[in-house]
C-alpha cells in the first residue's frame, strides 16, 4: 500500500543550525512528492515539490530536497534555521490509483527553534 | 489574489448532530478536495470534486458527503457526529482533475461534545 513515513516526530534544533527532515515512502509507480509546512492553528503551504527530472529541488523559504530512488527517500533540508521556520513539517505522495488528485501525508515532524 | 476560503473557522457540535462545512477555491481552479486532520497527524484524504462530479473517495464512511456548486465551491456534510470527528477540515484546491500541486485553505476546526 502507498505510503509515508516521517521517522521523527519531534526534532529540536538551534537557530543558525542546519535542518534536515526525513521522509521514506512506498509507491508502486514514480511518485509525485511534496513538502507542506503547518504553523499552529493554521492550514499547509505548499513548501516545494517533485514532479521528475533535477533530484534536487529547491522551494520556498530557503528549503530543499533531494530524491532519493534507491532509498525511496525525499529528505527536506535548510542550511541555516530562522526561528520563525518553528512549525510542524509534512511529506505527501500524489497519484494513488485510480483516483488521481489526492495526497497522502506523513504524521508530520515538529521542529522546535532553540535561540 | 485570494487563496482558498473556508468557513467557519471553528465550530462546536454534539454528538449527533449535523454539519456542513464550506469552501471556495482559488479563483479559475475547478477541483476541490476535502481532508480531515486529527489532532497529531497528517491529512486523510476525503473527497475530491471537479466540475460537480466525485472523482475520488477516501475511506470514510457515508455519514460523510459532499458536493460542488456551478461556481465550484464545495460543501461537505457530516451527518451523526461522532466525538471522533473532531478535527481540522482542510479544503484544497487545484486547476483541474487530477493535478496534484494542491493549495491548502485554513481550515476548519470541529470539535464534537
Keep these: 500500500a ?11 534544533v538551534s537557530e543558525g543550525a542546519s535542518l534536515e527532515l526525513r521522509c521514506n515512502y512506498s509507491y508502486g509507480a514514480t511518485p509525485y512528492l511534496f ?14 515539490k517533485y514532479f521528475s527530472g533535477d533530484t534536487l529541488v529547491q522551494g520556498i523559504k530557503g528549503f530543499e530536497a533531494e530524491f532519493k530512488r534507491s532509498q525511496s527517500s525525499f529528505n527536506l533540508r535548510k542550511p541555516s534555521v530562522h526561528w520563525s521556520d518553528a512549525a510542524e513539517y509534512f511529506c505527501a505522495v500524489g497519484g494513488y490509483g485510480g483516483s488521481q488528485g489526492n495526497l497522502i501525508f506523513g504524521k508530520g515532524t515538529k521542529l522546535s527553534v532553540k535561540p | 489574489d485570494a487563496g482558498v476560503t473556508q468557513s467557519p473557522t471553528h465550530l462546536i457540535k454534539t454528538r ?3 454539519v456542513t462545512l464550506r469552501c471556495s477555491p482559488i479563483s479559475g481552479h475547478k477541483s476541490v478536495s476535502w481532508y480531515q486532520q486529527v489532532l497529531g497527524q497528517g491529512p486523510q484524504f476525503i473527497f475530491q470534486y471537479y466540475e460537480k462530479e466525485e472523482r475520488g473517495r477516501g475511506n470514510f464512511p457515508d455519514r460523510f ?12 456534510n457530516v451527518n451523526a457526529l461522532l466525538l471522533g ?29
Aim: glycine share 8%; hydrophobic share 30%; proline share 6%.
Design chain 2, 85 to 113: 470527528d473532531s478535527a481540522l477540515y482542510l479544503c484544497a484546491s487545484s486547476s483541474r482533475t487530477g493535478s496534484i500541486e494542491q493549495y491548502f485553505g485554513p481550515g476548519t476546526r470541529l470539535t464534537v461534545t
Design chain 1, 2 to 12: 502507498q505510503s509515508v513515513t516521517q521517522p521523527d516526530i519531534h526534532i529540536t
Design chain 2, 16 to 18: 449527533g448532530q449535523h
Design chain 2, 65 to 76: 458527503s459532499a458536493r460542488q456548486f456551478p461556481n465550484y465551491s464545495s460543501e461537505l
Design chain 1, 35 to 48: 513538502w507542506y509546512v503547518q504553523s499552529p492553528g493554521q492550514g499547509l503551504q505548499l513548501l516545494l
